[in-house]
Every structure is written in structure tokens, then in C-alpha cells.
């Protein structure tokens, strides 16, 4: 059995994720994707610089960039495709999530 990848990038969201660490000013362990409540719908995602990699954390190196998942967020978003989009309405990240049952109708928040 094969184990599912916790997260993929996509070379738009990798090239992003290397401009936002390149334009901090300061070295970076990566960036750190996590979950919160929030929204209508119940949950939202998060993304920090992170300054050190904790035992806990689930790790993803791809396209030259290391992504970290918060431990507490990982069951919600394995799986998950990281993207980039750039439309007239929004510009920003985007996740592709299996897990998600539903979505809110402004996109900022999901439930599982």
C-alpha cells in the first residue's frame, strides 16, 4: 500500500512560497500550513513563516521549498494540492483538499 503524500506543490505555489521566504529578510526552517476555526463553514487555512521544525511536524520538501504541516492540522489536509492563482477576483494560494465536504460561497472556509 502506498502512502499518500501529505501535500503536494505546484510550481506556481512553489516559485510564491520561495518569494515570500527570499522577501523576509531573515533565514526560514520554511513556511507552516495549519488549520484553525473560522468562517461560516468552520475551518480555515493558515500559512506563517516558521523559524524551526518541530519533532511533531510533518515535513515536505518539493520544487526547493520545505513545507511544514502543523501536527494538529495534518489529518485535515493529506492529500492536499497547493496552488497558486492569480483571477480578476482573487490572487493567492489555493488548496486543493479530498477531505473537505464542503466549502463556504466565499471560499474562506471549509469543514471536513
Known amino acids: 500500500m502506498t502512502k499518500m503524500a501529505p501535500l503536494t506543490i505546484t510550481d506556481a505555489a512553489a516559485v510564491h512560497v520561495k518569494e515570500l521566504l527570499d522577501g523576509r529578510g531573515k533565514p526560514s526552517a520554511g513556511v507552516r500550513i495549519g488549520v484553525r476555526s473560522k468562517g461560516c463553514s468552520g475551518m480555515s487555512y493558515t500559512l506563517e513563516f516558521a523559524d524551526e521544525i518541530t519533532p511533531f511536524d510533518e515535513v515536505v520538501e518539493e520544487k526547493g521549498?520545505?513545507?511544514?504541516?502543523?501536527?494538529?492540522?495534518?489529518?485535515?489536509?493529506?492529500?492536499?494540492?497547493?496552488?497558486?492563482?492569480?483571477?480578476?477576483?482573487?490572487?493567492?494560494?489555493?488548496?486543493?483538499n479530498p477531505n473537505e465536504k464542503g466549502r463556504c460561497g466565499c471560499g474562506e472556509s471549509f469543514h471536513v
Not at 520545505?66 to 494540492?81: C, L, N, V
Open 65 to 96: 521549498v520545505t513545507i511544514i504541516i502543523d501536527p494538529k492540522a495534518t489529518m485535515f489536509i493529506i492529500g492536499t494540492e497547493m496552488d497558486w492563482a492569480e483571477e480578476q477576483m482573487q490572487t493567492g494560494f489555493v488548496f486543493r
